[in-house]
């Protein structure tokens, strides 16, 4: 890779340690925060579905401002939102500060610090035959970032109870500050765009017509419906079982583990074979390990094997979704489609974050929301299969 590669790619993975490790930090704290401000799980589970959909309706047009203007300008002032929806929080005193705080500002600074902006910015400055294998390394670093952060974030959970954590992960925000510094070769080649060149309207016409961009957004709807429901309310789920908060916690930090390795591996395979298939291998996997999960009894050794399981597929589908728009329509709007895509993986998780709370709070249980994951997951292996992965025929005529 070149040095302006290099500089992309380490001030991205740094970003996404920092950002996607306290997002996934959040489920330890559904618990403190409920039983704090006396309310229900479905109200802390009601915020992070708004912080979900936010995230991903606002992904579409921080993408395109990404790609017209640069991520390390979007990178800075989703890194504001981000410390000040963690500070504010702090004096919640009910839902709705918790709607507004968790819910609304972090989920719009979450779409200016995570996967869109930083693999759009890597996309621009990495060779196409290294794009793959650069999107799984992106993508551990966001998972590497919850085995390291969430263990730390209960044991200070544990020390300084949650607002003071809060103010304490605020402040951690500020070296997103520097780091953006470092995505200015990907901006800088904004000015001196390569290859050919189409209108915005132009890029949204052309992917709104083609049938696999559609499939890929109903499977990355699933994707967040699982990774949104296990990261919000598994720690709750094992607690209702007896589980010690250690526990919780290691599961969580077994799924940053593995989604390490699983990212990692998925992005180097997605560079050598077809990404639809292995997209679909993904979501068959995780139906048989959601499962096996609940059929084995649960215990603590069980339970930290789902985290090492499902964190394996976790979120190995980001580099071959993001990889699969790029092969087929080129990377001058790849944070804006990607966007699109991401979009509908935020209404999934919506979905799940809610979903999860809802059917705890009316049912008693989560059983009903584990067995739409598994149907969900065997929906998403079957509609990757028919995708048309080709370059469009633009980007094939430029090729020859």
Same mark, same amino acid.
């Given at each position: 890779?070149?040095?302006?590669?290099?500089?992309?790619?380490?001030?991205?993975?740094?970003?996404?340690?920092?950002?996607?490790?306290?997002?996934?930090?959040?489920?330890?704290?559904?618990?403190?925060?409920?039983?704090?401000?006396?309310?229900?799980?479905?109200?802390?589970?009601?915020?992070?579905?708004?912080?979900?959909?936010?995230?991903?309706?606002?992904?579409p047009?921080?993408?395109?401002?990404?790609?017209?203007?640069g991520?390390?300008?979007?990178?800075?002032?989703?890194?504001?939102?981000?410390?000040?929806?963690?500070?504010?929080?702090?004096?919640?005193?009910?839902?709705?500060?918790l709607?507004?705080?968790?819910?609304?500002?972090?989920?719009?600074?979450?779409?200016?610090?995570?996967?869109?902006?930083?693999?759009?910015?890597?996309?621009?400055?990495?060779?196409?035959?290294?794009?793959s294998?650069?999107?799984?390394?992106?993508?551990?670093?966001?998972?590497?970032?919850?085995?390291a952060?969430?263990?730390?974030?209960?044991?200070?959970?544990?020390?300084?109870?949650?607002?003071?954590?809060? #103010?304490? /992960?605020? &402040?951690?925000? +500020?070296?997103?500050?520097?780091? %953006?510094? =470092?995505?200015?070769?990907?901006?800088?080649? !904004?000015?001196?765009?390569?290859?050919?060149?189409?209108?915005?309207?132009?890029?949204?016409q052309?992917?709104?017509?083609?049938?696999?961009?559609?499939?890929?957004?109903?499977?990355?709807?699933?994707?967040?419906?699982?990774?949104?429901?296990?990261?919000?309310?598994?720690?709750s789920?094992?607690?209702?079982?007896?589980?010690?908060?250690?526990?919780?916690?290691?599961?969580?930090?077994?799924?940053?583990?593995?989604?390490i390795f699983?990212?990692?591996?998925?992005?180097?395979?997605?560079?050598?074979?077809?990404q639809?298939y292995?997209?679909?291998?993904?979501?068959?996997?995780?139906?048989?390990?959601?499962? #096996?999960? /609940?059929? &084995?009894?649960? +215990?603590?050794?069980?339970?930290? %094997?789902? =985290?090492?399981?499902?964190?394996?597929?976790? !979120?190995?589908?980001?580099?071959?979704?993001?990889?699969?728009?790029?092969?087929?329509?080129?990377?001058?709007?790849?944070?804006?489609?990607y966007?699109?895509?991401?979009?509908?993986?935020?209404?999934?998780?919506?979905?799940?974050?809610?979903?999860?709370?809802?059917?705890?709070?009316?049912?008693?249980?989560?059983?009903?929301?584990?067995?739409?994951?598994?149907?969900?997951?065997?929906?998403?292996?079957?509609?990757?299969?028919?995708?048309?992965?080709?370059?469009?025929?633009?980007?094939?005529?430029?090729?020859?």
């Amino acid at each position: 890779m070149s040095r302006a590669a290099v500089t992309v790619l380490v001030s991205g993975v740094c970003v996404l340690i920092l950002a996607m490790g306290i997002r996934q930090s959040f489920g330890v704290f559904l618990t403190p925060i409920s039983v704090d401000l006396e309310t229900g799980r479905q109200a802390f589970g009601l915020a992070i579905a708004i912080q979900n959909l936010l995230w991903g309706v606002a992904q579409p047009f921080t993408g395109a401002f990404a790609d017209r203007y640069g991520a390390g300008r979007v990178l800075i002032v989703g890194a504001v939102l981000y410390a000040a929806g963690l500070a504010l929080a702090t004096v919640s005193s009910g839902p709705l500060g918790l709607n507004m705080t968790l819910g609304v500002l972090i989920g719009l600074a979450l779409s200016g610090t995570t996967y869109v902006t930083i693999l759009g910015a890597v996309g621009r400055v990495v060779a196409p035959e290294r794009r793959s294998f650069a999107f799984g390394l992106c993508t551990a670093a966001g998972s590497f970032g919850m085995f390291a952060v969430v263990p730390g974030a209960q044991a200070l959970l544990d020390t300084f109870q949650w607002q003071n954590t809060f #103010l304490i /992960l605020a &402040v951690t925000m +500020s070296l997103l500050f520097g780091l %953006a510094l =470092g995505l200015r070769p990907a901006d800088r080649a !904004l000015k001196a765009p390569t290859g050919p060149q189409q209108s915005l309207r132009a890029a949204v016409q052309e992917a709104g017509r083609h049938d696999g961009y559609w499939l890929l957004n109903a499977g990355f709807f699933v994707c967040g419906f699982h990774v949104a429901f296990v990261a919000t309310h598994l720690p709750s789920y094992l607690a209702d079982n007896q589980m010690a908060p250690a526990v919780s916690a290691w599961s969580l930090a077994m799924i940053g583990l593995f989604n390490i390795f699983g990212s990692y591996l998925f992005g180097a395979m997605g560079a050598k074979f077809r990404q639809k298939y292995l997209l679909s291998a993904i979501y068959l996997a995780r139906a048989g390990v959601i499962g #096996l999960f /609940l059929v &084995v009894p649960l +215990s603590p050794i069980s339970a930290i %094997a789902f =985290g090492a399981g499902i964190g394996f597929l976790w !979120l190995g589908t980001v580099p071959l979704t993001s990889g699969l728009v790029a092969r087929v329509f080129g990377v001058q709007y790849l944070s804006m489609l990607y966007g699109f895509v991401f979009m509908f993986h935020q209404i999934g998780a919506f979905l799940g974050a809610w979903g999860g709370g809802w059917a705890y709070d009316a049912l008693g249980s989560y059983d009903a929301i584990w067995l739409a994951s598994i149907a969900l997951a065997v929906f998403a292996a079957l509609v990757h299969l028919p995708i048309r992965d080709a370059p469009v025929a633009r980007l094939a005529e430029a090729r020859t």
